[in-house]
């Protein structure tokens, strides 16, 4: 290929986007860029101002000003926000909470596209839900995951014990079919599945069995 391989994986919550993108990062050597890392970052960056997360002129002007980077490894991807490591901190449950409201305001989803246009110049699989239809819709791969809304709901709640033991199975499918809702209904760049997107419905299969297919098809995509 004669330009930096870009790979976009889309889908809902608990789709295995986040798993796959850095198996595949690691599998290709490419950067890895977790999106949703992002839109957390600016959340947090609510959480520690005076600004109020529904105060979208606001939000956006905050979003602007941040400094967002994503480094490291693709299995130890760290972020900062104004240099400063936040990568624990912006996995914690009140952080995920205004995140899901931020990421819904157009000024603050322009500013992040912008940012993610940039760091992907030098080729990576980035992940998220508006990658292969609005970040970066000549990519050379797109991917679009989904699986059973209840196993995404048991797969993100393996996740959040890790931070939260006392997390539910309850409480985080309700939450995940919010975030489904918000996702799929706001004005800016909703979440749906490229045109020329591969959809994968994982449910039920084995996470080395999809990222089997997934490599075949960016080999089969990226031999000319």
């Known amino acids: 290929m004669d330009h930096p391989l ?19 990062a690691r599998e290709l050597g490419l950067l890895y860029i977790d999106t949703g890392s992002m839109y957390r970052a600016v959340a947090l960056a609510v959480i520690e101002s005076t600004v109020n997360e529904s105060d979208d ?20 991807l760290r972020v900062s926000v104004n240099d400063r490591d936040v990568t624990e901190r912006v996995r914690a449950e009140d952080v995920t ?13 322009r500013a992040m596209v912008r940012r993610q246009r940039e760091l992907g110049k030098r ?9 292969g239809t609005v970040v970066f819709p000549n990519a050379d791969v797109k991917f679009f995951l989904d699986a059973d809304i ?9 996740e959040e014990r890790e931070v939260n033991a006392a997390a539910t199975y309850e409480q985080t499918l309700a939450d995940i079919t919010e975030r489904d809702r918000r996702d799929t209904t706001r004005e ?13 419905d994982s449910t039920g299969m084995a996470i080395d069995d999809v990222f089997a297919k997934m490599m075949m098809i960016v080999r089969e995509r990226t031999a000319a």
């Open 6 to 24: 870009i790979i976009a994986i889309d889908g809902p919550s608990g789709s295995g986007k986040s798993t796959l993108g850095r198996m595949l």
């Open 57 to 76: 002129l606001a939000v956006g002007a905050l979003a602007e000003r941040i400094d967002i980077d994503l480094g490291g490894e693709p299995d130890s």
């Open 97 to 109: 909470q205004v995140s899901s409201i931020v990421s819904t305001i157009p000024a603050v989803r």
């Open 123 to 131: 080729g990576a699989v980035m992940n998220g839900r508006d990658i």
């Open 150 to 158: 209840k196993e995404r709901a048991e797969r993100r709640l393996a």
């Open 188 to 200: 800016d760049s909703p979440l749906i599945a490229a045109e020329d997107a591969i959809i994968i």
